[in-house]
Structure formats: C-alpha cells, structure tokens
Nanobody, 117 residues
Framework: QVQLVESGGVLVLPGGSLRLSCAAS????????MYWVRQAPGKGLEWVSR????????YYKECVKGRFTISRDNARNTLYLQMNSLKSEDTAVYYC??????????RGQGTQVTVSS
C-alpha cells in the first residue's frame, strides 16, 4: 500500500535552516506530482510546494518563495524540502503528499517543525 514517511522535523531558531525528507513506497513515484503541505496550530491544511514527476516544474506558496526549495530523488523515491530563513509562522506539522497537478490526495503522518527562540 501507499506509504509516505516524513522525517527531519525539529525545534529550530528563527533564521535557521532545516531539510525535511519523505520516503515514498507502494506506488510508482515518478508518475506523481508530490506536495508538501502543512498545518499550523489551530489552522487548516495548506499546501506549501509541489513538484512534478520529473522534477523540472516546481511551485511555491507565496510566503515561502525564495526561502524553501522542493526537490526529489526519483532513484531513491524520496522527496525533500529545504527550508531556509525560517520564521515563527513556519511552525507547523509538515506532511508530504502525492497527487496530480491540481490537487494532492494521500498524505503521510507528518513531522513537527517548531521555529522558536
């Protein structure tokens, strides 16, 4: 079955950097758009970034543009999110998800990112 396992979430200082990883299995990784979505305390899920199957097309939520970079290693069935210049408002549970160019569907269990001094 589909498995998406996120890792890398920790407590980090404002201005710091972090890289999240997502190990995917149970489906043909290269044929899916992959997403990072997040849920901040008391708020709903929001998409952060997405990348096409080949890795050549990437999109970002406006508030993370220039700070976050999504990438994928199709040989390792792994999705990444490099997060730089982190802000307190980036505090959230981050999920990776599979989907198509328009929407994500299945997501993992999430990893907690806390940005605080």
């Amino acid at each position: 079955q589909v498995q998406l396992v996120e890792s890398g979430g920790v407590l980090v200082l404002p201005g710091g950097s972090l890289r999240l990883s997502c190990a995917a299995s149970g489906f043909t990784f290269t044929t899916y758009w992959m997403y990072w979505v997040r849920q901040a305390p008391g708020k709903g899920l929001e998409w952060v970034s997405r990348i096409n199957g080949g890795g050549g097309m990437t999109y970002y939520k406006e508030c993370v543009k220039g700070r976050f970079t999504i990438s994928r290693d199709n040989a390792r069935n792994t999705l990444y999110l490099q997060m730089n210049s982190l802000k307190s408002e980036d505090t959230a549970v981050y999920y990776c998800a599979k989907g198509n160019s328009l929407r994500w569907t299945t997501r993992g269990q999430g990893t907690q990112v806390t940005v605080s001094s």
